[in-house]
C-alpha cells in the first residue's frame, strides 16, 4: 500500500545505481556498487574468521578435569563468536540479495523507504527508523 508513494528504479543486477526513495520528501541515489563492494569485502572477512575459529576448536577433549573445563570455556566463547559471525554473514547475504532484487532500501514492515544515512551506516538493516523503534518497544 505504502509502496505506491515511493519510486524505485529497477535495473538488472550488478548495474551501477539504483533510484529509490528514502524519505517522503526527498529522493536519494544510491551507489549501489560502493554498498555490494563493502558488504562482499565484510563477507570475505567473516568467512576467513569463520574458518580460522573452526580450526582453533578443539578436536578432543583433554583428560584433566581442570584442562577440560578450560578447553570447555574457549571452545564456548569460539562457538559464540562463530553464531556472531554467521548471523552477519546470513544478514549480508541476504541484503546481497535485496539490492539484485531492486528491493534494497524498503523496509520490510511499512514498506517505506529506509532513511539515506541509516543505510550508510547498516547497509543490513531491513527497516526504517521508524518501525525499528516501534518494534524495540515491543
Keep these: 500500500a ?3 508513494r515511493h519510486r524505485r528504479t529497477h535495473q538488472e543486477p550488478g548495474a551501477a545505481r539504483v533510484t529509490v526513495s528514502l524519505t517522503n520528501e526527498t529522493m536519494r541515489e544510491i551507489d549501489l556498487e560502493n554498498v555490494r563492494r563493502r558488504l562482499t569485502e ?11 575459529s573452526l580450526c582453533a576448536l578443539p578436536s578432543h577433549w583433554p583428560a584433566s578435569a581442570v584442562s577440560d573445563c578450560v578447553s570447555v570455556a574457549n571452545a564456548a566463547g569460539t562457538n559464540a563468536q562463530i553464531q556472531r559471525d554467521l548471523a552477519e554473514s546470513r544478514a549480508i ?3 546481497l540479495a535485496l539490492i539484485d532484487n531492486g528491493d534494497f532500501g524498503i523496509c520490510e514492515f511499512c514498506g517505506r ?3 539515506y544515512q541509516r543505510l550508510l551506516l547498516q547497509p543490513t538493516t531491513r527497516s ?3 518501525c ?3 518494534i524495540r518497544q515491543l
Excluded: M, N, P, W
Design 2 to 4: 505504502h509502496l505506491s
Design 42 to 52: 565484510r563477507l570475505q572477512v567473516l568467512r576467513d574468521q569463520i574458518e580460522e
Design 93 to 95: 547475504t541476504d541484503t
Design 113 to 115: 523507504g529506509i532513511e
Design 128 to 130: 526504517c527508523v521508524r
Design 132 to 134: 525499528a523503534a516501534d
